[in-house]
């Protein structure tokens, strides 16, 4: 298991989901899982604007929690708000509005 800690170098607050994962993929890699853990209060440190995340380095390793599949868009719908990729970082698999609607369209049906 691999530790990271992050934070802004301005030590400010808000630090992007893309950022922390782009990092975690470039130190152990982009198949490894890793959690970000929210203790107990009797555990907490809460010091410096920092986050934590641990890794398993192992690429095959899976949380018996969590998503099943992938979903990566960079398309608003319905009231939510997703920031654009820069373009050479878009990911292949990024669904473009129509699939989005698709999907949500499909997730309607299934529902009673």
Not at 29 to 53: I, K, W, Y
Not at 65 to 74: D, I
Not at 100 to 111: D, N, V, Y
Request: aromatic letters at 8%.
């Amino acid at each position: 298991m691999i530790h990271l800690s992050f934070r802004r170098l301005d030590r400010e607050i808000f630090l992007p989901y893309r950022d922390k994962i782009r990092i975690k993929d470039e130190l152990v890699g982009p198949e490894c899982e890793g959690v970000e853990l929210l203790p107990a209060r009797s555990r907490e440190v809460d010091t410096s604007n920092q986050f934590h995340a641990w890794i398993i380095d192992s690429s095959t390793f899976r949380f018996p929690f969590g998503f099943t599949q992938c979903l990566v868009t960079e398309v608003a719908l319905d009231g939510a708000r997703q920031e654009p990729w820069p373009t050479n970082e878009r990911p292949s698999d990024c669904l473009s509005e129509e699939e989005m609607r698709a999907l949500l369209q499909q997730e309607k049906r299934k529902r009673p």
